[in-house]
């Protein structure tokens, strides 16, 4: 965000202090050194001082740019997706060394070309949503506590996962899951993000999985997202990419 004449406030994720904004003086000048070394998305070696009200950042040095992750609109909307959900689950300065692992592993995903970004965006999903609390059940019933065969299951984002068939009838929000996205989901939630290779998945399934999981994190952080409008559009402009 932009700050007085010249300056930039930061939003950034560190491992061992968590999330944090700091002030980057005079960094919109032509003249700053530090310019290219805060861009969006990128990994950087930040050098802080304590500022009064803000910490202000006094060395910066970047250790991986993910320029192609900024050149490709598809890319990018979904980088902006994970710093939007970052920044809407976790509370200032409190250190969440995983989530900063996930965030850079998937940044990594979504930079190369061996995943689709919208396959790498729900492992981070699952995997971020177990960090802070909101894990999916997706094996049983959170009703009547039976165990989810396959079939007509259906996805309460108000119970936190899966719903049977029987138990959908009266659950207020509950909405079919086919057992395809289920199955993606599940298998994205029990692989540990260091295991995680590509899968191929069908299109219709992707976007299937996009709408459970927006329901879902929409529920638990009670706003709308507004990266995931972005990310439409942009699949549908470049629909090879997403
Ligand atoms: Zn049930």
């Known amino acids: ?13 560190s491992p061992s202090l968590g999330k944090l904004r700091v002030l980057a003086k005079g960094v919109r000048r032509p003249s700053s050194h530090m310019a290219g070394h805060v861009e969006l998305f ?5 050098q802080l001082a304590r500022g009064r009200d803000l910490d202000i950042v006094t060395q910066a040095s970047t250790i991986e740019p993910f320029r192609t992750l900024r050149e490709n609109m598809v890319k990018v909307a979904h980088a902006f997706h994970l710093a939007e959900l970052c920044d809407g689950f976790l509370q200032d300065a409190d250190p969440h060394p995983a989530v900063f692992g996930l965030l850079l592993s998937t940044l990594h995903r979504l930079a190369g070309d061996d995943y689709r970004a919208s396959f790498a965006a729900r492992a981070f999903e699952l995997h971020l949503l177990r960090e802070v609390g909101y894990r999916p059940d997706l094996t049983t019933c959170l009703r009547c506590q039976s165990r989810i065969e396959p079939g007509a299951n259906s996805y309460s984002v108000s119970l936190g996962g899966t719903v049977c068939p029987q ?10 899951i086919s057992s395809d996205v289920l199955k993606l989901l599940r298998h994205l939630q029990r692989t540990p993000n260091d295991r995680l290779r590509p899968v191929a998945v069908s299109e219709a399934v992707l976007r299937e999985a996009e709408r459970v999981m927006r329901r879902h994190l929409e529920f638990a952080l009670e ?7 972005f990310v439409r559009q942009a699949t549908e402009a470049m629909p090879a990419a997403g």
Do not use: K, N, W, Y
Request: hydrophobic letters at 45%.
């Open 1 to 13: 965000m932009d700050f007085g004449e010249a300056d930039r406030l930061l939003t950034v994720l």
């Open 42 to 46: 990128a990994h950087t070696h930040l």
């Open 167 to 176: 138990c959908a009838l009266t659950a207020p929000d509950a909405g079919p």
């Open 223 to 229: 706003r709308r997202l507004q990266a995931s409008d």
